[in-house]
Structure formats: C-alpha cells, structure tokens
C-alpha cells in the first residue's frame, strides 16, 4: 500500500509540473517571449545575488560555530614542536584562497546580475585582452611561489631524518587489514631487524630471533592498546605494511605517512604536551567558573547524560587516512602522550615477545637442549650454594644419578649428571665434598645404612676414576636416618632415595 502511494504521489507531482509548463508557455505567447525572457532573467539574477549572500554568510557562520572543533583553532593547536610551522602554512594558505574564493564568488553572481540579458543592451565581444591575461597570470604565479616555497620549507623540517648524534626513541607500526601492530624498543633502546620471510602465526612481523636485540622488543597487536609515548622526547616512527596501502596519520600532532608493503617509510615528531594538559585545555574555564569551550563540556557517550565529559574522555587518535578496505574504520587507536617517568613504570610491566611466545618454542633458535637445561640448572644450584653464607655444609641433591634395584652399581643414565659435578670440582679447584647416600625405611636399618654406604662410595670410585683427586672427596651413607620426606607415602619414599654432595670447603 506505502509504494502504491508513493508511485501516485510521483504521478501526481509530474502531472502538476507539466501542467505549469503549459501554463508558463500559455502566458508567454500571451506576454510575448522577449518580455517573458527578460522577466526570468531579472528573478534568476536577483535570486543567484541573494543565494550569495546566504551562501558565503553560511561559510562564515559554520567555520565560527564549528571552530573549536577543527584542528588548527581554538584548543586544537599543534601537539608536536613542528606543528606550528604546518599550521603557520595551513593559515597563510587558508587566506589567500579565502580571498580569492570570496571575491570570485561574489564577482560571479555580481556579473549574473549586472550583465543579464536586457532589451536594447548590445553583447560586447572581447576575444582578448593582453593586460587581463598577464595580470591573471602574474599575480597567482607570485602568489604560489611564495606558498610553495614557504611549504618547501615546513616539509623540509617535519621530515628530515634525525641526526645521527640527536637523542631520539624510535617504534615501528606496521598496517594490516585491518590493525596497526606496534614495537617498541625494550631496555636497549635498539629494534631488532625483521624480515617478511620469518613471518609466522607467532611472529606476525617476522622478527629474526637470531638477532638478540629482539629479545627485548615489545609488540603490541591488540587492536584496543594504546600508542604509549613521552613528552619532549624525539620519536622516529618507522611505518611498513603488511597487505594493501595504509596510512600512518597522527592528526593533533600533524604528521602522516603512507605505509606501503616493501618499502619502509618514516617520520620523526616530538609531542610538546601530555594528554592530560591537552584534556585540561578542552576543559578550561573563565575565571567565573564558566567553560571557554562549551562543547568540549557535553557528555562523551549521549547515552550517559552523568558520564565523563568530552574532555575528559579525550584521546590523541591514530587512524589510517588510506582507504583499505571493509574494515577501514577498525585501524583507529587511542594514543597518550605521558611524563618520562610513567612511560618508565609502563614499559617496565610490558613483556618482551620473545620472552613471553617465542622463547622455548621450536622457533627459539636460542632453544636449550634438555641436557642443556639441565646443566644449566645443575650449575646455578652449585653457584648458588657457593655463595651462601654459613657453617653447615651445603648440600645439593644429584637427582640424575641411579642405582641398580638393591645394589650400589651406577646406571649408564648417571653418567651425564656426574659428568656435571667433575666440571664443578674442575672449575673450583679448592673445592672440597662429601658424597652422601640415603634409603627409605623399607627393609632393615643396617642393611640400609650399608646399601646407603655403598651408593656414596661408588659415586666417589666414579669421580676418582675420572681424574679427580681423592683427597678432596669423602662418602658417608646415612641409611634412613635423615628423611626429607614421610616413609609412609610412596612419593615420600621415593624422595628419600636420594644421593647428594655437601660442599664442605670452597
């Protein structure tokens, strides 16, 4: 029924403007055309004269009503130390076009009016005009030679490179559809290289891990992270992409670069204001307590008339300023310019990515073997010990080192962890211990403290076998008088069939 009437509302409104064509035209055989011409040609001039006036009062009017909201004026100046040069630019620009597109405009709709066509007045013919022509073209020639040579200038100081001895941070951002990952650098201050070969599941960048400057890089892929940065501080942005054209834009600090699959871009930038002064100037008053910008005081989500207000719910922003895809408007993020001190504290609880998914893994090419790792840890015990103070002998258990079922013969298995305590003995030549053998309960006192005793002796015979100097070494069996553990339970039984070496002098 809806489309029936629309389709008879279409109908109706045709029939009525060919009515008042026919109307128009009866008037005008009655008029006479010339009369009638003259007539459209009065209101249509008159009418494109008031259309000016409304139309450049409107420009007027809007850019005053919206220009606490658009970059460049009212709280919305620069963020970063060359952004003033850009704005100083933007404005000089902004004049002479402004002039030149006011008094085009009116000039236009002027000459509709003043030469509309009119009984008795001849059409004048002027098919060149030497002066005209080069005062038209002097005049805008000199115009854009300064413009561009004062934009020359802004560009050649916003993208200089930096120095090679200028203190500077440097992050990376690399766009895909539809995200910006981000690194940073972890306490050496240094990026690690990175080749799109290596890129796996779980290395989206293809960080090459064979370069430990890596290792402490810190990367940030969620889409909801914020770009973290200090104030006053030089920071070099090196911006790639992964997939289509994307574009690094950061508009409050009036820098932007295209980043593009194979071919490594950057800019340098220096923020000038955190965001909390820059949420304090949204957010300033009068000395009668009275906003300088009403609009920044409405509430941030309309939903929520007793939330946060614009100001203070305010974010310098990072879009992507390049048409990507479906998902263009997803590449937004949030970025907070803070203090020296609190981008410290921030980076010191971020984990390094190779710290917290590559190390350990198949694609660690820094991954310790398992006997590795357990030299590793059989060698940190011994260091630590050595450097506890104290009397009582420090004793460190050889977890590896087996036993034959009821009998004092080695397993083949023992020989790797031995192999560790010959290093030891070989590394720390005053070093002195005792070999001590231990048994559960099971079984009788003294046929523990022997089988104990035997145990510690054969490792001694091992050791002495292997180079070592017999008098730097002792073995006692303690049979089952020192348990670590309860003799009721098995694990506990198990835990008190051990041997150990107690450091005696070091």
Known sequence: MTALLIFLSIVL????????????????????????????????????????????????????????????????????????????????????????FFVTQILLFWFTYRFRAQKGRPSLYLPHDNRLEIIWTAIPAVVMTFLVVGGLDA?????????????????????????????????????????????????????????????????????????????????RVRITARDVLHNFDLPHFRVKMDAIP???????????????????????TDNDGNPLYPEYWEPADPSEPDGPKRWEAFHFELACAELCGNGHYSMRRMIEIVERDEYDEWVAQQKPYYGSIIQGT?????????????????MDAVEGALQTSGEEPKALALNNVNFATGSADLTNDSERELGYLIEVLSTYPELMIEVAGHTDNV????????????????????????????????????????????????????????????????
Request: glycine letters at 8%; one cysteine or more; charged letters at 25%.
């Open 13 to 100: 409104i045709g029939i009525i403007v060919v009515q008042v064509g026919k109307v128009s035209e009866l008037a005008g055989r009655i008029r006479g055309e010339e009369d009638q011409q003259e007539d459209a040609n009065r209101i249509h001039s008159s009418l494109a004269l008031v259309f000016v006036v409304f139309f450049l009062a409107g420009c007027i009017a809007s850019a005053v009503m919206y220009k606490n909201s658009i970059l460049w004026y009212g709280p919305h100046q620069s963020a970063s130390e060359h952004g003033s040069s850009l704005d100083y630019i933007f404005n000089v620009t902004l004049v002479v076009t402004g002039i030149v």
């Open 155 to 235: 560009w050649n100081e916003v993208m200089a490179d930096v120095g090679e001895d200028e203190p500077h941070m440097e992050i990376e951002a690399t766009g895909m559809q539809f995200a910006w990952m981000l690194r940073y650098p972890g306490d050496d201050g240094l990026l690690g290289e990175k080749n799109y070969k290596l890129i796996t599941a779980n290395n989206p960048l293809g960080q090459n891990w064979e370069d430990v400057k890596n290792h402490d890089d810190i990367v940030s892929t969620a889409p909801g992270d914020i770009l973290k940065l200090p104030v006053n501080e030089m920071v």
């Open 262 to 284: 194979g071919l490594p871009t950057y800019f340098k930038f220096r923020p000038t204001i955190t965001t909390e002064e820059y949420r304090r100037n949204l957010g300033a």
């Open 362 to 378: 198949d694609e660690d090419p820094f991954r310790m073997s398992e006997e590795q790792e357990e030299r590793k840890a059989f």
């Open 443 to 506: 079984g009788e006192t003294a046929s523990n403290l022997n089988l104990s005793s035997e145990r510690a002796a054969a490792v001694v015979t091992y050791l002495v076998d292997k180079g070592v100097d017999a008098g730097r070494l002792r073995s006692v069996g303690y049979g089952d008088t020192d348990p670590l553990a309860d003799n009721n339970t098995a694990d506990g039984r198990e835990q008190n069939r051990r041997t150990e070496f107690k450091i005696l002098a070091q």
